[in-house]
């Protein structure tokens, strides 16, 4: 009886003096034990998504492309730039967009444990004002120059999708670029008869 009492006792003592498991780092857990969804990095996650727009239904890609043609139509016109500082002013906003969008799709393609998220949709305002870069800026070359590369960002021709294939957001932004120089060629051939 005493062995049993004193066994009875020493377990109730190891369970009031038993450490609490902590989570692996990173793992935020709430009050009731239950893990908190990861943390997200919020400029990542907003560059990425196009401050939302990437969470748009149907067509994310689409919406977003929208968006960069409209920004660069109405960005443009309220500028009065000549043809050739438009042309220098798109082409350096692609790159800055590229660029930024590289690092910041990588981010979210991390935390969100999801390959080439389909909200994620920067690389669709790098590509679009590719295709844009030397054209007129008139609505109808915009919706023309919206259309190429929203084909030629569905369809993938190759190299487009072997862009795709690289790690993280060099896959997820260069498969992009390369189908806005697709448009861009076919503006520019367009361009000698209009």
């Known amino acids: 009886m005493f062995l049993k009492d004193w066994a009875a006792s020493r377990s109730c003592m190891e369970s009031?003096?038993?450490?609490?498991?902590?989570?692996?780092?990173?793992?935020?857990?709430?009050?009731?034990?239950?893990?908190?969804?990861?943390?997200?990095?919020?400029?990542?996650?907003?560059?990425?998504?196009?401050?939302?727009?990437?969470r748009l239904k149907p067509g994310p890609g689409t919406w977003a492309s929208l968006v960069a043609a409209a920004i660069w139509y109405i960005g443009l016109g309220a500028t009065h730039l000549t043809d050739g500082a438009a042309s220098v002013v798109t082409l350096a906003g692609a790159a800055m967009v590229t660029l930024i969008g590289i690092r910041a799709s990588t981010i979210v393609e991390r935390e969100s444990g999801r390959m080439d998220p389909g909200f994620v949709v920067i690389d669709e305002v790098a590509g679009q004002w590719i295709t844009l870069s030397f054209t007129p800026l008139d609505i109808g070359h915009a919706l023309v120059?919206?259309?190429?590369?929203?084909?030629?960002?569905?369809?993938?021709?190759w190299p487009v999708r072997w862009f795709e294939?690289?790690?993280?957001?060099?896959?997820i932004m260069l498969d992009d670029v390369a189908a806005g120089l697709y448009g861009l060629v076919v503006m520019a051939l367009l361009h000698i008869w209009w």
């Open 145 to 157: 120059g919206f259309a190429l590369f929203r084909f030629f960002d569905i369809v993938k021709p």
């Open 165 to 171: 294939k690289l790690p993280g957001g060099k896959g």
């Open 16 to 54: 009031m003096t038993r450490k609490t498991e902590l989570p692996p780092p990173g793992v935020r857990i709430y009050e009731g034990g239950t893990p908190a969804p990861p943390a997200r990095t919020a400029w990542a996650w907003r560059a990425g998504t196009l401050f939302g727009i990437g």
